[in-house]
């Protein structure tokens, strides 16, 4: 049956709603439907009405624009209502709980943002001149304080746009050094729990990545990264805490080991919340290690941006460090533009301008909000939340690694076998219990893993409401109620999608259907 819209009204019930409970438009109650919003223009509406620009004389020599550019006609309200339906349509952190393993979703103080739209702050230019804006550079400096503090390690870059461009800074700065040595190594050891981000940064540097397996235990196989030491190896990458929630015990004899070679010890620190105020980095032998300002230090991030991801370096690597940087002289704060003078070894520039303003004000904020007690606390409370969350799941899921975890607590598939029902089942029937899904099927390493990571800042009647559900859906599933998940997510506003088809197949282009149609349609809802 169609709708108003012309839509298939099969699109947007549920199976078991379709039939006695559909309604005419599609929308259910508050939970509006809204169409394509090229499906709602209509050719001559319009939003804002100005006048006809003058003619001018065009200057870009031909290269003009001939075709309309084909966006869709509309009034104003329509707009509005187009994208907070669909925004209504979206989850959040400000939404639910979002226990993301990996990724560190956690509340983001609105103190941060008041402090980010400060007139002096969110209206700078980055091309103002230096003089002008000396607050943002203390600002910058203080924040670079803090980072340096906390992480022990005597420099650290501020430019990187986030955690992935952070690992390559600081995988530029491991190759920029060994290129000052005259040396060409040329392969990079990484495990393969890893996050996928760590061997595709090596790679783009132009090095070989040596996978090293790990134990049964989840860490890195020490035997087996000893093995595969050598003079062409760059260096190690590694993550710790690991992308299993666990801590890498060897990581100092990690260190020394590389060390001893020549290589260097990168440290991927995306998970730098679990650790924080109890162990500095820079006493672990690290060389370089990014920090993800958007997860350890709230700000709002995913969807793609935005981010921000300092790396901190050691003695050995600062001189490579990229330009620019902040400075404090008798003449208060500069800023060294180009890779000459105090700067001479830098490998250049990561991007434009001086990083992510608008997250160090964040990040500077929430550091200073919560002081040095309160970050430390923010370790000890990350941890004991994924470790409740363990406990209370542990009699029906299977843990891979026995004992504590750090920030995230990971499960396998093993007690769902000969249920019928997947990973991926259980994480649609969460969604209809009005949760965001674990991390699914990460790391590899674990079979159908689901990687839980609660934060900090969730309290414990939402840590019980999730472990409620979550042993509500294991029960259905040991129960042999299979059918109830394959349909899963019931509620959400779109039910089970082709996730593949869509990445692979996307369809960027909206072709009108036939005009006839459409016109007919358009007439009925433009009239109402
Ligand atoms: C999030 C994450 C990254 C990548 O950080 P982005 O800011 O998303 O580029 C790298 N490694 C680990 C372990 C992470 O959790």
Not at 246 to 256: G, H, M, R, S
Not at 304 to 314: A, K, Q, R, T
Not at 421 to 432: E, N, P, Q, W, Y
């Amino acid at each position: 049956m169609l709708n108003r819209q012309g839509r298939s009204t099969q699109a947007v019930g549920t199976e078991d709603t379709e039939m006695d409970m559909e309604t005419f438009t599609g929308n259910k109650g508050l939970n509006h439907e809204t169409p394509l919003i090229f499906e709602q223009g209509l050719p001559g509406r319009v939003g804002v009405d100005m006048a006809e620009p003058k003619e001018v004389k065009s200057r870009l020599g031909g290269l003009e624009r001939k075709d309309p550019i084909g966006l869709p006609d509309l009034s104003e309200p329509q707009v509005l209502r187009h994208f907070v339906r669909l925004s209504r349509q979206n989850y959040s952190i400000d939404s639910g709980f979002y226990p993301l393993g990996s990724c560190t979703m956690k509340h983001n103080p609105r103190i941060n943002e008041k402090v980010a739209r400060l007139a002096g702050l969110g209206d700078l230019h980055p091309l103002q001149p230096v003089s002008t804006v000396q607050g943002a550079l203390e600002l910058i400096d203080s924040l670079a304080h803090w980072l340096k503090t906390i992480t022990g390690m005597p420099a650290v870059a501020m430019s990187p746009a986030a955690g992935a461009h952070g690992e390559l800074c600081g995988v530029m700065a491991i190759r920029a050094a060994h290129e000052a040595n005259g040396q060409a190594r040329t392969r990079i050891l990484v495990p393969e729990s890893a996050h996928g981000t760590n061997p595709a940064t090596a790679a783009l540097c132009g090095y070989k990545v040596d996978a090293v397996p790990a134990r049964e235990d989840g860490r890195m196989d020490l035997e087996a990264f000893a093995t595969k030491l050598g003079p062409d190896l760059a260096g190690v990458m590694l993550t710790n805490p690991n992308t299993c929630g666990l801590f890498e015990t060897d990581v100092k004899k990690i260190a020394d080991m590389v060390h001893e070679i020549g290589g260097y010890f990168y440290c991927d620190g995306a998970n730098l919340n679990a650790i924080l105020g109890r162990v500095r980095p820079g006493d672990l032998g690290v060389d370089a290690m990014h920090i993800n300002l958007h997860k350890t230090f709230s700000t709002p991030h995913g969807g793609g941006g935005p981010g921000s991801g300092p790396v901190v370096l050691s003695e050995a690597l600062a001189p490579f460090a990229p330009v620019p940087f902040v400075t404090h002289g008798a003449k208060g704060f500069d800023l060294i533009e180009h890779a000459r003078g105090e700067a001479a070894a830098s490998f250049g520039r990561m991007k434009t301008y001086h990083g992510q303003m608008g997250m160090f004000i964040r990040a500077l904020a929430y550091m200073q909000s919560h002081g040095a007690d309160g970050l430390r606390q923010i370790a000890e409370d990350a941890v004991l939340n994924a470790n409740y969350i363990r406990v209370g799941l542990n009699d029906l899921l299977h843990s891979p690694f026995k004992g504590v975890c750090m920030h995230e607590a990971l499960f396998d598939d093993s007690s769902l076998k000969g249920t019928g029902v997947t990973t991926l089942d259980l994480a649609k029937a969460l969604i209809d219990e009005g949760f965001h899904p674990m991390t699914m099927y990460f790391p590899l390493v674990v079979h159908g893993a689901m990687l839980i990571e609660p934060t900090e800042s969730e309290s414990r009647q939402t840590l019980d409401e999730f472990i409620g559900a979550m042993r509500h859906l294991l029960g259905k599933a040991k129960a042999g109620e299979a059918d109830y998940f394959l349909g899963a997510p019931h509620f959400a506003p779109r039910r089970r999608l082709d996730e593949t088809g869509a990445a692979r197949n996307p369809i960027l282009r909206w072709t009108s259907p036939a005009a006839g149609q459409l016109a007919d349609d358009v007439t009925l809802s433009a009239a109402s």
